[in-house]
């Protein structure tokens, strides 16, 4: 087996737990139709692709879900939203913490891979190098395309099997893997066996 060089986390349920549920909350006690909001599953179902991949700005975002949610745009809900957006921000997981720790000890550059909420960029602050850090908006892709792991491949240098990935979603998981990126899902409880495992096979 390569040596590995890197280890690629994705950030909302694995470095922290993230909820939409007080942006939905606070959508549903602003709009004048409770129920048709409810009818299209709330905030948990808007479209966020666009403000994701960096097509639209966050005051643009704020106007779409205004018009989604039905209620009336002023600049007094920019802040609203994003303190709604930022109070689904848990800690961090001390189990990623640990492991991440493990790995800088392995001489293992740590990096983050996530399909991320632009606003939210200060949330995973501190946890890694700038220069490690890959998201959604800057690479205009979002997991689980390929094109995204290939593009963050390129940018580290690596080859595929010298690159561990971790994410909470299968199907961002096997993406990963067809490229031969050796992924795993990432459950708290076991994540540090299961990055031990990976090393244990190195020897």
């Known amino acids: 087996m390569a040596k590995i060089k890197y280890c690629i986390f994705d950030v909302g349920q694995v470095c922290y ?14 709009t004048a139709d409770k129920q048709n909001l409810l009818q299209k599953g709330g905030m948990l179902h808007f479209d966020y692709k666009p403000f994701m991949k960096g097509e639209i700005d966050f005051s643009a975002f704020c106007r779409a879900v205004c018009s989604y949610c039905g209620f009336k745009y002023t600049p007094d809900v920019e802040e609203e939203i994003d303190q709604a957006m930022h109070q689904g921000v848990g800690e961090f997981y001390p189990q990623t913490l640990k492991i991440i720790n493990f790995l800088k000890h392995q001489n293992v550059e740590v990096c983050l891979l996530s399909n991320a909420l632009p606003n939210l960029a200060n949330t995973a602050r501190g946890l890694v190098r700038k220069t490690n850090v890959f998201v959604s908006y800057d690479l205009g892709l979002l997991k689980p395309d390929v094109e995204i792991f290939k593009l963050v491949l390129q940018k580290l240098g690596a080859k595929p099997e010298e690159v561990i990935f971790v994410d909470d979603k299968l199907k961002n998981v096997e993406a990963a893997q067809s490229l031969g990126i050796c992924a795993i899902v990432f459950d708290k409880d076991s994540i540090a066996a299961d990055i031990a495992e990976i090393f244990k096979k190195q020897r």
């Open 17 to 30: 737990p993230y909820t939409l549920e007080p942006l939905n909350k606070y959508c549903l006690s602003k």
